[in-house]
């Protein structure tokens, strides 16, 4: 996957999780493809606003001590 792909607004929105798209998320500028991701918290835990950078959320709960999002990583979001 190329990392250094960037990606708009737009097709993070359209990658929600919902109606067969895969579910991408913000975090950091970055944005990851984390459909699958067996979050401990259960799948809507990621599902609720998508768009919104959950970089500090991810800080805050300890996510970093289990997940790794590099492996998740698929780009950066288009400035």
């Known amino acids: 996957m190329n ?4 990606y708009t607004l737009q097709d993070l929105q359209k990658n ?5 798209n895969p579910l991408w998320i913000l975090m950091g500028g970055n944005i ?3 459909t699958n991701f067996d979050h401990p918290g259960g799948r809507e835990v990621h599902e609720r606003n998508s768009t919104t950078d959950k970089a500090e959320a991810f800080n ?4 970093h ?5 590099t492996q998740y990583l698929i780009g950066k979001l288009k400035k």
């Open 32 to 34: 990851y493809d984390v």
């Open 16 to 20: 929600n999780g919902r109606d067969g």
């Open 65 to 69: 001590e289990y997940a790794d999002p």
């Open 3 to 6: 990392k250094s792909k960037e």
């Open 60 to 63: 805050k709960c300890g996510s």
